[in-house]
């Protein structure tokens, strides 16, 4: 940025707040509301946009990156931080008007802010499109993870609950939760529990005997409880088979597997 331009701003620097402020103010969209009636935020976007011109050329965004993660939470702040440079932009050039400049250098003067302006928007955008993904992507695991939570019960064994409609996508998430957490917790038994899976039609069947082979694969038995009365008629009516120990309820599926562990030992 050109140094002329940085000094006629930082003489100006008072004044250029107050216009600045007197715009942002000026603004009627009710999602920055509360932005606009943070004094501390104001003054440290402020300082934030002034340090940007002189960094301009240094393509040097780690502040701008900062001081918008910290408003990454809050709800509009994309809005907020757009208005406060746009605005931002208007003052200077009234600000500008108002000296002793030759016409020929105010436009000059404001070609070069307005230069400035599009690159710092386009890299704020796409800042908080990044910060956005990298959200939804720690959302989305966090969800993945409350699908199918392993859940240590005892020593080698741990419980592995069910709830809700299992599709196809939701399967595999199950499957790679549980050959994990088997993984990580050491766990011989495995007990899953389907009392919160409303249907157990041929394709849940079948999933569970996938993944109980699976972990059968790294040293783990799974053992399936919770079937429900109408659910053995279900499978009997299909014509399903679970080819594997099963029990009516927890509590008894984990009586099986303490007698187990303890007779190994």
Known sequence: MNASIVSLL??????????????LNSITDPHIEEFKGN???????????????????????????AFYNKLFTKEWSLNYLTAAFQQFRRSALYMMLKQDIPRENIMTFYEEID????????????????????????????VQELTAPIIPVFEK???LPLIGVIDSERAETIK????????????????????GVP???????????????????LGSTCIIVGIRPEIAQTLVNLGVTLNVLTFANLNKGIQYALRQTQRAQ
């Not at 930082?10 to 715009?23: F, G, I, Q, V």
């Not at 400035?116 to 966090?142: A, G, Y």
């Not at 011989?188 to 389907?194: A, C, F, Q, R, S």
């Open 39 to 65: 004094h501390s935020l104001n003054e440290e976007a402020f300082s934030l946009i002034i340090n940007s011109l002189k960094e301009y050329e240094t393509e040097d965004f780690s502040e701008l990156r």
């Open 199 to 217: 249907v157990v039609d041929t394709y849940v069947s079948n999933y569970l005997m996938q993944a109980t082979q699976a972990a059968n694969m």
């Open 157 to 159: 064994i741990c419980v």
């Open 10 to 23: 930082e003489a100006n620097k008072d004044s250029l707040y107050s216009d600045w402020k007197e715009h």
């Open 115 to 142: 230069g400035w302006f599009d690159p710092i928007l386009m890299h704020l955008v796409n800042d908080c499109s990044e910060s956005w993904r990298t959200r939804f992507e720690e959302q989305k695991q966090t």
């Open 176 to 195: 790679e939760n549980l050959l994990n957490g088997i993984i990580s917790t050491r766990s011989e038994y495995v007990l899953i529990d389907i009392t």
